[in-house]
């Protein structure tokens, strides 16, 4: 087998980090690889424009529960030239623009983690070994744990889906943002909702005086 440090980014993934969240995570179901989150800038050359690559999560994990809605983690690859904590400045600016708990970095020896929720990151001393990554479960059981606002009520609301049928686009991100912050209020026993979107940004319609059933 090839040098381990000799590997591409798409190498360690394959033979790393995909086998690793594989162990416990549905590969189909809750785990979108290559995410779109960026769709690049738009660049002025004289009179010709082009569009900049956007940029892509390499990894998005979602709550399995959710109707695949409500995202629970960001991964990043490095090459093992990198450090274990190499893609973790992307993984956290991923995770912040869509709004995601927890971010995860890894080169193929190991992972590191932060968790938005607490502010902490992970040392060497406790980067988590390939075989460990956490399941599903347990990341759901920290981010119900750790974020005492989300109710029973919430995450059963949240548990139904709400937009696809044949032949529509999924939503954008951070129109699912948008719709999980207003399910999880009126879960929680709000009655006034008001959301704010750039133009283009596609339209959303919530009641003003929504009410929990």
Do not use: C
Not at 54 to 64: I, K, P, Q, S, V
Not at 68 to 89: C, D, I, Q, T
């Amino acid at each position: 087998m090839i040098d381990k440090k000799q590997m591409t980014e798409e190498e360690i993934k394959d033979e790393y980090i995909t086998r690793a969240i594989k162990k416990t995570w549905d590969i189909e179901s809750s785990v979108r690889m290559e995410f779109p989150v960026t769709l690049g800038r738009i660049m002025i050359d004289g009179r010709k424009t082009y569009r900049k690559k956007g940029g892509r999560a390499d990894y998005l994990l979602f709550h399995n529960n959710s109707g695949e809605w409500f995202p629970l983690a960001v991964v990043e690859a490095k090459n093992n030239r990198h450090s274990v904590l190499g893609g973790m400045g992307q993984a956290k600016k991923y995770a912040k623009a869509m709004r995601v708990p927890f971010a995860f970095s890894s080169n193929g020896d190991a992972f590191a983690m932060y968790d938005f929720l607490t502010g902490t990151e992970t040392d060497v001393e406790d980067y988590i070994p390939m075989d460990k990554f956490p399941s599903p479960q347990e990341l759901w059981n920290r981010y119900r744990l750790e974020n005492a606002a989300f109710t029973d009520e919430a995450e059963k609301m949240l548990s139904i889906p709400y937009f696809y049928r044949e032949g529509m686009h999924e939503p954008r991100y951070y129109q699912w943002i948008a719709v999980n912050k207003v399910l999880e209020a009126i879960a929680n026993g709000k009655r006034r909702a008001l959301i704010v979107l750039a133009t283009g940004d596609g339209g959303i319609i919530v009641s003003s005086q929504a009410k929990t059933a």
